[in-house]
């Protein structure tokens, strides 16, 4: 029986730096970004499962101090929970523009976002420069309402 071989895989943020600049998002970076953000979103989950866990034990405390600290914690577990679905929501955006063949390309400008900065940040959907500009736009624009 003749062997099958697999259809090559990048397994490494290495081998995915050292490809030649003509091959940005190839199958085979966008297939190990699919993964990288598969993994990401499976962490999330498990991160908000636990969380969820955590929020249904029962607090038995008596001592008032004890009570507070108890419900300060569960804001803090609320609000990393919302972080994380706000993260999966971004998550499936970026699967999608993967999907579409749009990823790794900025939203506004059109321009490469760099093979670094998607590996820094996987759910970006803007290149340094742009996202730089909105920032400083931002900034202006809270500035003048205070």
Do not use: W
């Amino acid at each position: 029986m003749p062997k099958v071989s697999a259809a090559p895989v990048l397994t490494s943020a290495n081998q995915l730096l050292n490809m030649p600049p003509a091959d940005y998002m190839n199958q085979l970076q966008l297939d190990f970004f699919k993964g990288l953000l598969q993994d990401l979103k499976r962490e999330a989950n498990e991160h908000i499962l636990l969380i969820r866990q955590e929020m249904a034990l029962p607090s038995d405390e008596a001592d008032e101090l004890d009570r507070a600290t108890a419900e300060d914690e569960t804001r803090q577990r609320m609000r990393i929970a919302e972080r994380e679905y706000l993260l999966m929501k971004k998550i499936d955006k970026a699967m999608t523009r993967i999907e579409n063949h749009d990823y790794g390309y900025c939203e506004v400008s059109g321009m490469e976002i760099g093979l670094e900065r998607l590996l820094a940040r996987p759910t970006t959907e803007y290149s340094a420069i742009e996202k730089e500009r909105l920032e400083e736009l931002e900034r202006c624009f809270t500035k003048s309402r205070y």
